[in-house]
């Protein structure tokens, strides 16, 4: 289907002998906000893993804006355009919040093999737009290994805004936050969405951010695809009902 | 065409020298498992418990005949004084640096290395130490071997044999085991980590002790072999596998026949050969060729 | 004005005790210094001092791998021997076997050609061991420096094996002891000044981001091997140019300046010193050199001496000299006095 950003076919991934991922398939239209949701383990995160090329696929394929990008490096699937935020902040923890942006802005720019220039002068105004953006112009020169864990979470959301990305993939970007933060979080993300024109696919547990911010929904459940559709239809479903049936209220 | 004589030779000593890298590369490997601690100075302790073995064989050697018999008490002796080292070493040193990043772990074992590379010089001078055992060669394959070969591969192999029996057939050989997958687990289940962690730094030493016991009247005893015999292991650990025994097996009998051997094809190139398998295993099986996927 | 101006104005102690702000007062301590040692009685100071700048700048190069990029590499010391090998072998074959001083514009000549060819080393021991990293990077970089050390020793015909080369005179005017001193002193500056530039430089960022997370910095698009890679021969070519220096320095090379006991000192300094700050490993290499110098007077044991100190560091201050002072100004900074600095409240903690 044209104006799909993201096609992928029968994706699957063992490992020694435990299937984790079995035969998924999504397509994911350009300029949407979609969620995959799913009980622990349900291979959430490792599908993300195999969309950026942390994981190979046994077989299946990955197609972005046209191009087969199926077992890509991470490092040419980050370039290609998807940019990812991990669910634990996986940042740099030496480096001030300024720094870490900065490094991912340098790194879309393609400045990092300059050697001569100074670092402090190059992409700024990118830098400050995405801190501001993300809310953490007010402590940008703290080290990012002593940033609040809502800080971190922020950071994280920075780092990969960095790249100019096309697609964002959000791995519960909710978690842990206060009703206030996932506010903020979310509203961010829409705005994302809305004005920038990114494409948002993210994991989350917390369903009243599935229901209110997601166009489609995606539910996996032990590494297969069970039902997909608008989170009403979703919700609906009675397969669906009894997954989540003493863990969560749909 | 060589000599059919030396070609037998060459593989009996290829499979003792392989051996001792088995013993040696057994223990550094399951120090690495399980402690994640990589001991640069693993062949330094082989050195020293080289220099101790010797000492004490001469020592009786004075008071009774020369002889064979007189290895067993030194290599008990060594074996036995080293382990009591290692469990010192293991208490007030590596224990410091479980939860410290690599370097700091990696530079506290070079340190050792200097310190008991040094120290072997400092007690025992410079002069090399040997082990003169008189024996007399025997006839196998239609060659006259020293019969002594037969003996380490047979103390080798036994050893070898002990070292999987225990881990994979005892309960502490599982706990053992266990601890490489996962520590947290282990320590969940009740079972103190620490005396696990000292038994095996303690057990590797001791095999690493007695594999200079049994090699003493072989090879001798020089300054700066640790440094040539820890990069044969490191080169066993990384063709073999890390956490392996079986991949260790194979490879350390791999490293000591081409090591062998090469010195009849290129006596200069010994290191270099081995080397290349090194640099061929890494480019195409990272993890060696019996190892499981890399630990990060 | 932009909160980040009254941060950057408003703290200078945190300034102070952060990487780059505790390196300029000991880095213009230590130029002031090094300038002014001639005025010292005799020659021996003179000779220290050089050698403290020639080793200094191989440790420094070392830890663009290490504190930098967080590796370590026990193999290093082989481009500085490449480096030393590559100066001393022309200079022998310009020299010839003519009775006069080599030439100024050979001297040059084999000089320059150190740190290419050291490089070059690099890039092809380099392509192999950074395709893995911590413990296997260790390990390679040991077995490549052992494998360099070994062909050195044994290509005779070419370098004169264990042998080694002497006779490695500069030209007359560098024959001086003094005028060699501040040429060497000029050389190592110039370097430490390129060598700032890079590390403060975009490249040098991401060098840090490696070492902080390597699996991030893959997902902001960057190829991290090859990143690696540029450094390693980058850093190469640094040792290079000290090894270089140290040929028409001690006047002969060996086969040792290979070996990983030489890659050993480079270790020890950036340790010595404190590895993650930029100039830590020269001032490592003065309180070394010193040591050495000193301590072999009295004793022949120098490994057993040195393994002990750097035992006793690596257990009670991995975060060397300069990580203990920057302690100590973190600590003090900890008191929020303003609104700015409550919001930062350094850790003290040596690892920065």
Sequence with gaps: MSGDILVVQGLQKSFGGLRVTRDISLNLAEGNREAIIGPNGAGKSTFFNLLTGYHRPDSGTVTFEGKDITGWTPHKVARAGIARAFQVSNIFVNMTARENVRAAVHAQLGEIYNIFGAARAIGNERTEEILALCGLAERQNVLAGELSQGDKKKLELALALGGKPKLLLLDEPTAGMSLEETRATMELVDRLNAEFGLTILFTEHDMSVVFNHAQRVTLLHRGEIIVQGTPDEVRKDSTAQKIYLGEHEL | ?296 | MTPRDSNVRANWRIRLATGDGLSLPVVLLLFVGFLLVPLLPGRFWIIVATEILILGLFAMSFNLLHGYMGQISFGHAAFFGIGAYATGLLMRYFKGTGAGDLGYFEFFFSLLAGPPVAALGALVVGFFCVRLTGIYFAILTLAFGELLYYIVFSWYSFTKGDDGVQGLLPPALFQNAINFYYFTLLVVALAVCLMWRIVNSPFGYILRTIRDNQRRTAFLGINVRAHMLANFVIAGAFAGVAGALWGPFQRSIAPGLLGWEQSGIAVFMALIGGAKLFIGPMLGSVVYTFLHAWVTIYTVYWPLTIGLIILAIVIFAPGGLLGLVKERLGARSKRPTSPEQSAATPETGGAQ
């Excluded at chain 2, 997958?181 to 980590?193: E, H, K, N, Q």
């Design chain 2, 1 to 296: 065409m060589p000599d059919l004589n030396v070609i037998l030779l060459q593989l009996f000593a290829g499979l003792s020298r392989g051996m001792v890298l088995f013993l040696l590369s057994a223990g550094l490997s399951l120090i690495f498992g399980v402690m994640n601690v990589l001991n640069f100075a693993h062949a330094t302790f082989w050195l020293f418990a080289g220099y101790v073995t010797v000492t004490i064989y001469s020592y009786l050697a004075e008071m009774f005949e020369p002889g064979f018999v007189l290895l067993v008490p030194a290599v008990i002796g060594a074996t036995a004084l080293m382990v009591v080292l290692g469990l010192v070493v293991e208490r007030f040193l590596i224990r410091r640096m479980y939860n410290r990043e690599l370097p700091e772990q990696l530079l506290l074992t070079f340190a050792l290395v200097l310190i008991i590379g040094d120290g072997i010089k400092l007690i025992w001078g410079v002069q090399n130490r040997r082990i003169f055992l008189p024996v007399t060669p025997v006839e196998a394959f239609g060659v006259f071997i020293n019969p002594y070969y037969f003996f380490i591969i047979g103390a080798g192999l036994t050893v070898a044999i002990g070292l999987w029996a225990f881990l994979h057939l005892t309960k502490y050989g599982k706990i053992v085991r266990a601890a490489v997958f996962s520590r947290d687990m282990v320590s969940a289940l009740g079972i103190p980590i620490p005396m696990i962690y000292a038994g095996v730094f303690a057990a590797g030493i001791g095999i690493a002790a007695f594999a200079a016991g049994i090699f003493s009247p072989l090879l001798p005893m020089a300054l700066g072999t640790d440094i040539a015999i820890i990069i044969q292991c490191f080169a066993v650990v990384v063709i073999g596998g890390f956490g392996s025994i079986l991949g260790t097996f194979v490879a350390s009998l791999l490293v000591g026949i081409v090591y062998s051997f090469s010195i009849l094809i290129w006596p200069d190139g010994a290191l270099a050969i081995i080397f290349l398998i090194v640099i061929a295993v890494l480019i195409w099986r990272p993890w060696g060729l019996f190892g499981t996927e890399l630990r990060t």
